[in-house]
């Protein structure tokens, strides 16, 4: 049946998913040393744009010639991520043990949002470019500044599989792999999409001083 040749749109979305299904796999896996988890989220960010614009990459592969790639430059983050992860998990655990303030508990929510939000954006900006730790935070405030609600949503989609596995321990796994599959290639089309229209405005602006020089240069031969 033509439905289940291998150029069928069925075929084709049931192949792209096992690419999202291992790509996240790998993530998990490589994160276990948790101060790799920056090089682990960026080859996923990496991988998982390729998977999205559809350019069949080797998924494995590619996945670990970027996390190799980026492992140096995502290390000093990666420290820097483990630590504040564990005052969050620390401030979540009094959060929730104790009776703290409405105010407490609102402004870790904010601050926990904040770090996740910053977390996703940076480590994709560096899946992408090759640039300075700095200029690859600052791009991704940016983005963060520019598209705050479609960000903040990402991370929803990020956090709540987790909450609503804590009620269904037995199928946890499979819930987690699903949404983070669904998750990832909405966010590599975001990503995708932002960064080819960030491409595109260096490239007028390129294309502008490059003609500002040469009219100041015939101004200077006349």
Known sequence: MKWFSYDSPIMQ???KAADYAIVNILWVLCSIPLVTAGAALSARYYVGMKIAREQEPSVIS??????????????????????????????WRYALITESSPAFRWGLI???????????????????????????LRAALGM?????????????????PLIISIWYLKWAWLICLFAHCVM????????????DRLEE???????EDNKKEE?????TIN
């Open 13 to 15: 979305g049931i192949a």
């Open 62 to 91: 590619s996945f670990f010639r970027s996390f190799t790639r980026n492992l140096k430059q995502t290390l000093p983050p990666g420290v820097l991520f483990v630590l504040c992860c564990g005052l969050l998990i620390f401030d």
């Open 110 to 136: 904010v601050i926990t949002a904040l770090f996740l939000m910053i977390q996703m954006c940076f480590y994709a900006v560096v899946s992408r470019y090759i640039i300075s730790t700095r200029e690859a």
């Open 144 to 160: 963060i500044g520019a598209h705050f609600a479609r960000i903040l949503l990402a991370v929803a989609m990020f956090v709540l």
């Open 184 to 195: 990832l290639h909405y966010n590599s089309l975001f990503f995708i999409k932002e960064f």
């Open 201 to 207: 405005k260096i490239q007028i602006a390129q294309a």
């Open 215 to 219: 009219d100041s240069e015939d101004e």
